[in-house]
């Protein structure tokens, strides 16, 4: 029985093609060499001519296209019909798009952006309440690296259905300020000061020029907007920088910033509130502390 058993191994063993296998698989090494040596070859020529996102999206288009050449050729060396191959991978096909709508979705929705191109690789945008850099975009979804530097995927079929705002498109941005002023101060002598304030900071670019509009009267101020332009890259800097400044320079020229304020009401039936004005040298008295009996 045991020699049965192993004259069963040994012509099963003997019975494969391994000249067939052996040439299959070398196939496949020559395949990945050649497919990541052409994307490599495609990435280095598009990247002085294209987008980041052209470029990663041409690259692993060729690395795939080139590999699965080299597999079907890998899987006729070993002996299998192209054809029951690719009847397999149609029926396989449907069977995975019956049971990952979503998926196909997502991906209908990657050439959508590929084509419309609202952002590329290192643009920052913002989706929903979730705001980052874009760091990959691929068929089903998009990653981005948010400024606490967490990881976020995004499907792309949610960038299709949501608003996108794309805060990189252009070289430069407008920074928004709402400065508040008293309504006793002047409000084109404060005007004055913050046009200074932007033609002194470096941050800020004399072209577009920035101006002031009074947009309200508030219920404690005269509200004011301080619009100037910075680069795109400078906005952080620019608007914390710019606060700093207006601060500094209205409570220099002794502008008022007014701020709220809140009264207490205990309403008509109770007693009225006691208020007791108490000297300074009486303020800085301190109360004897009490003893404190531990044993109680």
């Not at 069963?8 to 019975?15: E, I, K, R, S």
């Not at 800020?204 to 509009?213: D, H, N, Q, R, S």
């Not at 710019?242 to 008022?256: F, N, P, Y």
């Amino acid at each position: 029985m045991a020699e049965e058993l192993k004259t069963g191994a040994l012509n099963v063993f003997t019975g494969i093609a391994w000249g067939q296998w052996i040439s299959s698989g070398f196939l496949l090494v020559i395949g990945i060499v050649l497919a990541s040596v052409a994307a490599r070859s495609v990435s280095r020529v598009m990247a002085k001519r294209s987008s980041r996102h052209h470029t990663v999206m041409v690259r692993r288009l060729v690395f795939y296209l080139i590999f699965m050449l080299f597999g079907v050729a890998a899987l006729r060396e070993a002996g299998f019909s192209l054809d029951v191959v690719l009847g397999a991978a149609g029926i396989l096909t449907v069977a995975i798009g019956f049971a990952s709508q979503t998926s196909a979705s997502n991906m209908i929705s990657g050439l959508f952006l590929l084509v419309e191109k609202p952002f590329e690789i290192g643009d920052f945008i913002e989706v929903e309440t979730i705001m980052g850099e874009v760091v990959g975009i691929d068929m089903l979804s998009v990653k981005l690296r948010t400024r606490d530097n967490l990881y976020v995927r995004i499907p792309n079929e949610t960038l299709i259905k949501t608003p996108v705002v794309n805060r990189s498109r252009f070289p430069i941005r407008r920074i928004d300020l709402q400065v508040g002023i008293a309504y006793a101060e002047d409000a084109e002598k404060v005007e004055k000061l913050l046009l200074e304030l932007a033609e002194k900071n470096p941050v800020c670019l004399e072209e577009p020029k920035a101006f002031v509009l009074v947009t309200a009267f508030g219920p404690s101020s005269v509200d004011l907007q301080f619009s100037f332009w910075v680069p795109k890259d400078k906005v952080l800097e620019g608007k914390s920088g710019m606060l700093v400044a207006i601060k500094k320079t209205l409570d220099k020229a002794g502008i008022e910033i007014p701020f709220p304020h809140t009264s207490v009401y205990a309403g008509s039936h109770s007693e009225p509130f006691r208020v007791q004005l108490i000297a300074p040298e009486k303020a800085t008295e301190k109360e004897e502390p009490l003893d404190v009996d531990k044993d109680a």
